[in-house]
């Protein structure tokens, strides 16, 4: 009796599993969209829509990371039945490579560089995009040259740049500075009701009086916690760092802190995060931990898509933030409006040299000079102004 009670229950149970069916019934219609572009933000209801029938399942998102073929099984229901529908995406790379070079470039006689890595060159899914150049020329020679470069994706994306290329004779003038800016013309323009003036340091300010910072009208110092001197290297602690933060503090100074990073992968960008965290050791900031990625200079031999740097700058102030601090993102105006999409809002300090910017974007700091000068450190600072809503 026991054994016949557990036969019938198996039979009731798989008896009762609904089943699904493969046909498309009569009457039912889909209207879909079959090629997607790669790292697009997508979800199955951008992709299909169905008449006469219901979506069992609409906010599954879709992979877009990899080109090629991705095949969905969507569920519906018609008639209370249920069906399985086979969509086919084609996750595909239309978007053409960049090159930021402007339309003049003047190198020096017998130039030993790579030409092509006289310039950014980078695209939203290669790491590598393919550089030609035609067109003659000869770095021996001083002369000018018309030259046009093609830079061609893997899904042959392909962008054409004319370029004038001036070969010069070799001068070791060196470059004359500009005018240093006071502290004090800087604190009469722009602060309001609205702002707050600061500075920013490293090492390379040496040892400061914070108290007369603080004196001159400064109220808030950003400073840098560590740097990544080479690709895959160590971070160090700024040798500055612990005196600056505890004598800033002191001196009744607000402040924050920076790292520069090479991060070349995300996993690298999280664990840099870390490292930060543990240096603060909960130590209070009145403001951000900052991502400073500024390595544009080797960007052609690190071998990273416009993608990747998003995503390591993203994992890096989501780790700082998901630990009791506030991340932000700190890059220049030209690098803002062409390579970083910041997609998501993430705090911004601005990084443009001049009186009055015309950076679009949004921002709550603008490093707006190199050439500061004010009481308390020798030499130039970087002068800030804080925005508050």
Same mark, same amino acid.
């Given at each position: 009796?026991?054994?016949?009670?557990?036969?019938?229950?198996?039979?009731?149970?798989? #008896?009762?599993?609904?089943?699904?069916?493969?046909?498309?019934?009569?009457?039912?219609?889909?209207?879909?969209?079959?090629?997607?572009?790669?790292?697009?933000?997508?979800?199955?209801?951008?992709?299909?829509?169905?008449?006469?029938?219901?979506?069992?399942?609409?906010?599954?998102?879709?992979?877009?990371?990899?080109?090629?073929?991705?095949?969905?099984?969507?569920?519906?229901?018609?008639?209370?039945?249920?069906?399985?529908?086979? +969509?086919?995406?084609?996750?595909?790379?239309?978007?053409?490579?960049?090159?930021?070079?402007?339309?003049?470039?003047?190198?020096?006689?017998?130039?030993?560089?790579?030409?092509?890595?006289?310039?950014?060159?980078?695209?939203?899914?290669?790491?590598?995009?393919?550089?030609a150049i035609e067109?003659?020329?000869?770095?021996?020679k001083i002369g000018?040259?018309?030259?046009?470069?093609?830079?061609?994706?893997?899904?042959?994306?392909?962008?054409?740049?004319?370029?004038? +290329?001036?070969?010069?004779?070799?001068?070791?003038?060196?470059?004359?500075? #500009?005018?240093?800016?006071?502290?004090?013309?800087?604190?009469?323009?722009?602060?309001?009701?609205?702002?707050?003036?600061?500075?920013?340091?490293?090492?390379?300010?040496?040892?400061?009086?914070?108290?007369?910072?603080?004196?001159?009208?400064?109220?808030?110092?950003?400073?840098?916690?560590?740097?990544?001197?080479?690709?895959?290297?160590?971070l160090e602690i700024?040798?500055?760092?612990?005196?600056?933060?505890?004598?800033?503090?002191?001196? #009744?100074?607000?402040?924050?802190?920076?790292?520069?990073?090479?991060?070349?992968?995300?996993?690298?960008?999280?664990?840099?995060?870390?490292?930060?965290?543990?240096?603060?050791?909960?130590?209070?900031?009145?403001?951000?931990?900052?991502?400073?990625?500024?390595?544009?200079?080797?960007?052609?031999?690190?071998?990273?898509?416009?993608?990747?740097?998003?995503?390591?700058?993203?994992?890096?102030?989501?780790?700082?933030?998901?630990?009791?601090?506030?991340?932000?993102?700190?890059?220049?105006?030209?690098?803002?409006?062409?390579?970083?999409?910041?997609?998501?809002?993430?705090?911004?300090?601005?990084?443009?040299?001049?009186?009055?910017?015309?950076?679009?974007?949004?921002?709550?700091?603008?490093?707006?000079?190199?050439?500061?000068?004010?009481?308390?450190?020798?030499?130039?600072?970087?002068?800030?102004?804080?925005?508050?809503?």
């Amino acid at each position: 009796m026991r054994y016949f009670f557990i036969l019938i229950l198996c039979i009731s149970l798989c #008896g009762c599993r609904e089943k699904i069916h493969e046909n498309i019934p009569e009457g039912v219609f889909f209207e879909e969209i079959n090629n997607i572009e790669v790292y697009s933000d997508m979800y199955l209801y951008d992709l299909i829509k169905i008449e006469n029938a219901e979506l069992i399942t609409t906010d599954y998102r879709i992979n877009t990371r990899n080109l090629g073929v991705e095949e969905i099984e969507i569920l519906y229901k018609f008639k209370k039945k249920k069906y399985v529908y086979t +969509l086919k995406v084609t996750i595909e790379d239309t978007t053409p490579p960049v090159i930021l070079a402007g339309s003049v470039r003047t190198i020096q006689q017998n130039y030993s560089g790579e030409l092509c890595n006289l310039f950014i060159i980078g695209d939203n899914y290669d790491r590598k995009p393919n550089c030609a150049i035609e067109g003659y020329y000869d770095v021996s020679k001083i002369g000018t040259y018309d030259l046009t470069y093609v830079i061609t994706d893997s899904s042959n994306n392909m962008v054409e740049h004319n370029l004038t +290329l001036h070969v010069i004779k070799p001068s070791n003038n060196p470059s004359t500075p #500009g005018q240093a800016i006071q502290f004090s013309d800087v604190l009469e323009r722009y602060k309001n009701d609205r702002t707050e003036i600061g500075i920013d340091v490293s090492k390379w300010q040496e040892t400061v009086d914070f108290k007369k910072v603080k004196e001159a009208g400064a109220t808030f110092v950003m400073m840098r916690i560590g740097v990544q001197k080479t690709v895959k290297g160590e971070l160090e602690i700024d040798e500055y760092y612990y005196r600056n933060i505890k004598n800033a503090k002191e001196a #009744g100074l607000k402040v924050g802190v920076y790292l520069y990073s090479i991060a070349t992968s995300r996993e690298e960008s999280i664990e840099h995060a870390k490292w930060v965290l543990e240096k603060l050791d909960g130590t209070k900031l009145d403001l951000p931990v900052v991502f400073d990625w500024e390595s544009w200079s080797r960007w052609n031999s690190l071998e990273l898509s416009f993608h990747d740097i998003n995503e390591i700058a993203d994992a890096f102030i989501e780790t700082i933030n998901n630990n009791g601090y506030e991340g932000m993102l700190y890059s220049s105006k030209y690098y803002l409006e062409r390579i970083w999409t910041n997609k998501n809002n993430h705090p911004v300090w601005l990084a443009h040299y001049t009186s009055t910017t015309d950076y679009a974007g949004e921002y709550i700091m603008w490093q707006m000079t190199e050439r500061g000068r004010i009481p308390g450190i020798k030499g130039n600072v970087d002068i800030n102004i804080l925005y508050h809503k």
